[in-house]
């Protein structure tokens, strides 16, 4: 996927649509997306994402890259059958570690929710705003990372890649099965960790080699 206007600025609108009936697919993108700094409007992302029986959807964008001052609400809809196979990642990175910057002010809305035959499995609501930053150094809070990852897996013999899971993520983060979903958060103190730990974590559920983008 390949946003053209190269990141999102006040009042952008990006919608993503996937809709998968059999087969494999793996969707990513060419490179990081970057929601720049906001001038009063606030960028909106909407990602629906739609897997049937026999079918397996394998999502992993480069992360989002948040510059101080970004304003963005994003909503992530999975809608599976009761036999679809899904492993999604999304990864936020808060400010451009080549530039020194830090992000002082932000206004996150991230919501991401699967939906399996019409009912509710799990749902991940994710706000930062400029309160929240001030304690995001706090040990049960981020403990200082400057990145965050999300990982959702549903398919076969999700007790057996529980522990694969855990193995991957590291001292990172965590991995849990809620929901008939295995989910794993990771907090990471730069964009590389977190990308790396990402790519080791969608390697061990899926068992795919990652998009070449992600290789450069």
Known sequence: MLNTAGGLADGDRF???VSLACHRLITSTQASERVYRSEGGTAKVVQQFSVSDGAHLIHMPQPTILYDR???????????????????????????AAMGERVTSLDLHDR?????DGEPHFIDALRLDDEAL????????GSGALAIGLVIH????????????RDAVGSL???????????????APSHRRLQDALLGVMGA?????PPRAWQL
């Open 154 to 165: 549903r398919g076969e013999r999700l007790g057996g890649q529980l522990d694969v899971a």
């Open 134 to 141: 001030l304690h995001l150094d706090r040990e049960a809070m």
């Open 112 to 116: 991401t929710e699967v939906i399996v």
């Open 205 to 209: 559920l899926s068992g795919v080699a």
């Open 15 to 17: 919608e993503v649509s």
């Open 70 to 96: 970004a304003a963005l609400r994003r909503r992530s809809t999975i809608s599976l059958t009761k036999d679809a196979g899904f492993t999604f990642c999304e990864g936020l990175v808060l400010g451009r």
């Open 173 to 187: 983060g965590g991995a849990t099965i809620v929901g008939g979903c295995l989910v794993a958060r990771l907090l």
